[in-house]
């Protein structure tokens, strides 16, 4: 399985972006879709995850802000509200197959800035 990211960029507090990322490969085998970020310094963490089934997950802090959606089998979007600078990170998309392997994306970069 493949992954690729599109949407980073600059924008504003309080402004919006949209994360998608799309699978190519042995689609067939994904079950958990998500984003996961790393700020400079930080550890990687978890923004939201998005079941076969279409069950979102939420880190805390972006609860309300954050849209994950389940586009496709093999394609997933995260919709970004109110931005903060905070929210400045390298975003990572994730793929979770059934058999429990992992598959990770490039990351693209979201700077939250004035």
């Known amino acids: 399985v493949q992954l690729q990211a599109f949407g980073g960029g600059l924008v504003q507090p309080g402004g919006f972006l949209r994360l998608s990322c799309v699978a190519s490969?042995?689609?067939?085998?994904?079950?958990?879709m998500g984003w996961y970020r790393q700020a400079p310094g930080k550890e990687r963490e978890l923004v939201a995850t998005?079941?076969?089934?279409?069950?979102p997950n939420y880190e805390d802090s972006v609860k309300g802000r954050f849209t994950i959606s389940r586009d496709h089998a093999n394609a997933v979007s995260l919709r970004m509200n109110s931005l903060k600078p905070e929210d400045t990170a390298v975003y990572y998309c994730?793929?979770?197959?059934?058999?429990?392997?992992?598959?990770w994306g490039k990351g693209t970069l979201v700077t939250v800035s004035s």
């Open positions: 994730r793929a979770t197959a059934y058999s429990g392997l992992d598959y």
């Open positions: 490969g042995s689609i067939f085998n994904i079950n958990v």
């Open positions: 998005i079941t076969s089934g279409g069950s």
